[in-house]
Structures are given as C-alpha cells and as structure tokens.
C-alpha cells in the first residue's frame, strides 16, 4: 500500500536521487541537497534514512562501499530510469505551462 | 540529584501528544533521560526549551554520527522508538516528510505480528481448555466450593483474561497498522477507535494482574520455592528485554538478531515447559504411623482460605480409610465447606432415576455421572445419619463417608469397616 507512493516522486525522493549520481553517504546527501536547492528543499535525517533503505530495496540505489561504518549508496540503472521518467513529466508541464495563454508570463 | 518518574501510559503510541508533553516537562525542568518499562524517567536540571524527536528507524552506528552531527542527541528507546533530543528548538524536524514518517512507523507494526498473536491466543484456549473442563466439572458457584477451589477459579479466570488480552494486543497492532495505512492515503484517522481499544487492552491487562496477585501471593506464602522461579523467570525475561531493546537495534546484521531472539525464545518456552512438570505444590508427601501396622501417606495443598490435606492409610498395600482434612481460616468458612462436602457426597452416592437421566442426555447428548445434579443442602443432609461424638462439633454419616466438623477444621473420610471412626477423629482433631 505504501508502494503506490513511489510511482509519483515526492521532491525529497527527486532530490535524494538526482545528488545519488555521484557516490555519497547519508549526511552528505543532506548538504549536498541543501546546497543544490540554495536550502529550499530540506531532507530531515528521519525522512533520508527511511527512504535510503527504502530505496535500495526497490533497486533505485545501490550500496556500494562502506568507509568508516558509513554507507556509501549510488544510483542504478533503475533509479536512472526512474529519474528519466521523472525529467519527461516535468517537461510536460512546463511544456503545458507554455502553451496556455500568458504562458510566457511563467517563464520568469 | 532530583529524579521523577511517570507513567507512560500509551503516549509512545501517539507522536505528537507525546512530544508535547515532554517538552512541556523540559520547560518545567524535568529532562527525559530513560524509558522504563512502564516509566519515563526524569532528571532535575534547569527550565529550558528544548526540542524532541520520535524516530522509528533502525538505529546504526552511521545514523547516530549523522544525528549528532546536526544537533540530535540520542536518549533512549522501546524497541524501535527512538526519542532524541536537540538544544537547538530551530533545528530541523527528523521527518520533513509525513509520507516517509508513516511509512518508517509502518515498518514497526507488522500484519503478521498482530496475526501471529491472535493465533497464540488460539493456541493457548486450545491447549489449556483440558484444564478448565477439569475445574469446571469440581467447581460450583457457591461459598463452599469456591473457598475449596479458590485458586484454580480464580487461576483459570485470570489466565483466560490473559489470553484474550494477547489476542486483543493482536488486533491492536492490527487497527494501528490499519490507520497508518488510511493516513499514508489520506483517509480519517481510527486514533480515537484505538484509544478506547487501547484502553480496554490496558484494564484487561490490570485485571488480570489483580487476579494473579493473590493467588500467587497464597502460593508463595506456604511455598517459597515458587517465589524463586518468578524471580528467576522475571530475570530471564528483563536479559531478553534488554537483548532485543538495546543492542540488538543498533545491530545491522538482522540474521544474528533473529538467531539471538530465537535462542532467548527457546530458553523461555523451554522454561514454560519445564516448570509446570516440576510440583511445587505436593512436595510434602509423607508417611506416619497411626496404628500398629497401619500407615498414613499424606499430601497437602495449603492455601491461605482453605488448606486441603489428603491422607490415604494403609496396612500393608490394603487401603484402610481416605480422608480429606480441610483446615478453615475462619468458622464461616468451615461451615460453607462442610455443607460443600454434604451436597457432594450425596450426590456422588445417589443413583440418578432414569428420568434425570433422561434429562441428562437432552441436555448434554450423553449420560455421563458428572451431570447429575446437585441436592439442594438441606435436602441432601436428611439422607445422612447424625453420629454422636466427643470429638467433634457435628459428625454426620451416609454409608462408610463421614463428614466431619470440629469448630475450623473439617473432615471428609471414606472408612472400611474394620477401623473405630473414633480412633480416627481423636487422630485428626486433637
């Protein structure tokens, strides 16, 4: 039943996932995340740690090493997918944006 | 330093009522510093603001550095609720996230759990229903039967309150899973629904306490031995508690944490198996002379109301006499049993006409003599025969049983013919 929330990412999942590209650890996920979204978007440590566990056990990321008791996770060729998938809906909806009338207001 | 414990109650089970009461008590002063099994325990320190956080996941090594390093210091836990607290009231909450929330707290009460222990309950009805079928065929609902058999009713009662209260623990966990669930999709809360049930699951609980307590009180008085094995039980369970609270959440490898709660499993059913086996109660068997030749093989049951002694006499193998000696706290008491022991002898000596036997099959399916009905006392008694003795208060006979009063003790005695009924009494009621 909780399955059902990952068909649509939350921008926590989104975030944890684009900064997964390169090889981290739990506590810089949570900088690196504050840092790419100038602090707008913030990931408790709770809400991180749930979904790393959850995540590699759906196959998103993947534990690769583990340096002094801390876990390294990366993204997978699934998680990839996934992301993918996330980058044409949003396409989709900027493209939707543009398309009514006084859409180029939203361009900024 | 100043200490303070608190109930718990059910505030682990409600984050958000939980935190606020806690950093209600920060305010005044008192700082959570341990969870108990049924308290919280406070320190004394400076009024302050500061902020706590219920985390349900599994605590590593890595995740506590993590936490440290943004300001979250670790208190204690009940299985895998954790309590942390941070100095800083503007740093980030645990979970920005309800979904995720709901989801790590999810992961905590399982269907199969609340299954598991409805099943367990079932067991339990199934396995120990033999032994209410004995109770129940001894026991009547009046004075002298329930004195006779305080005990056992009021054992089987509380160990039936027990097993319904693990089912409805069962079903708890079940409901609570149930609204986590509703909330991951945004459906009403059943918080108020588990309250209540909640609630009941507790009284039951206290209920069955209250009736355990006596009777094991009753126990331990006339045998200490009993006392030990409670205290050597209770120890075990307090080493498995800590197993599975304290090391083992903090332990990744979930294979050496399932193998180590099995071990401590095993250990305590191993436990449960052996002690019902081991008699505590009839450890005092033994045999005196009574008169030339003739032996008397003796056992006793002592309980606070109603002490039972049975003893069966001998000469040789022959049986002489069985006699059952009830020793009374109070007069009342006594006469209550005395009548008891009329109503029973009678009707076990009474042949049932073929019409209450009728009766019987109609209402059971089967003729068995444990069916037939009881005398009302009065009536019962105008079958015995009054026996004029020196030694005793009221000596009444039917047959060979004699049931015998001598002012708190009372005497139930199946005799052969060669034996001086006198000889007997000025044995027993010196």
Known sequence: MARKEFETLTPQMFYILVVLNVPRHGYEIMNEIARITNGEIKVGAGTLYTLLSRFQNDGYIELIDEVDRKKIYQITKIGKRKLQEEKRKLIMQIKALNEIEGGEFYEG | ?430
């Open chain 2, 1 to 430: 330093m100043k200490v303070r414990y608190k109930l718990i109650g059910d505030l682990l089970l409600y984050e958000d009522e939980c935190i606020t009461y806690l950093e209600k008590m920060a305010e005044a002063g008192w700082y959570l510093v341990k969870i108990g099994l049924m308290f919280f325990k406070f320190e004394k320190r400076e009024p302050k603001k500061i902020k706590y956080q219920i985390d349900y996941n599994v605590l590593t090594d890595e995740y506590l550095e993590t936490l440290e390093l943004i300001g979250y210091h670790f208190i204690d836990n009940r299985r895998n609720i954790l309590l942390f607290y941070n100095d800083d009231m503007e740093a980030e909450d645990l979970y920005t996230d309800e979904t995720t929330r709901l989801i790590a707290l999810g992961s905590m009460y399982k269907y199969s759990d609340g299954f598991t222990l409805i099943g367990l309950s079932f067991l339990l009805f199934v396995l120990f229903s033999g032994i209410w079928d004995i109770y129940s065929s001894t026991i009547r609902y009046t004075l002298g039967s329930l004195v006779m058999n305080v005990d056992s009713v009021v054992f089987s009662y509380a160990l039936r309150i027990l097993y319904l209260t693990i089912a409805l623990d069962g079903v708890l966990i079940i409901l609570i899973r149930l609204d986590i669930n509703r909330q991951i999709e945004h459906k009403s809360s059943l918080k108020k629904m588990i309250k209540r049930f909640n609630l009941v699951v507790n009284l039951l609980t206290c209920l069955s306490i209250i009736l355990f307590i006596p009777v094991i009180i009753d126990k331990i008085i006339f045998y200490p031995i009993i006392l030990i094995v409670i205290v050597l039980s209770i120890f075990i369970y307090a080493v498995w508690n800590k197993y599975t609270n304290n090391v083992l959440n903090k332990e990744s490898n979930d294979w050496i944490k399932r193998l180590k709660i099995l071990i401590a499993s095993v250990f305590y059913i191993l436990l449960g198996i052996v002690v019902p086996d081991v008699d505590f109660i009839n450890n005092d068997d033994n045999i005196v002379p009574f008169q030339d030749g003739v032996n008397i093989n003796s056992n006793s049951n002592k309980s606070l109301l109603v002490s039972t002694y049975t003893n069966n006499s001998y000469k040789g193998e022959k049986c002489i006499f069985l006699e059952n000696k009830y020793e009374c706290l109070t007069r009342g008491i006594a006469d209550a049993v005395f009548e008891e022991l009329i109503c029973e002898n009678e009707r076990e000596t009474r042949m049932p006409s073929e019409k209450e036997i009728e009766a019987i099959v109609d209402r059971v399916g089967e003729w068995s003599s444990k069916n037939i009905k009881f005398s009302d006392y009065n009536d019962a008694l105008k079958k015995f025969k009054v026996l004029e003795t020196k030694y005793a208060d009221k000596c009444y006979y039917l047959d060979n049983i004699y049931v015998v009063q001598k002012d708190k003790k009372v005497l139930d005695i199946i005799k052969k013919d060669d034996v001086d009924i006198d000889d007997i009494l000025k044995y027993y009621i010196k």
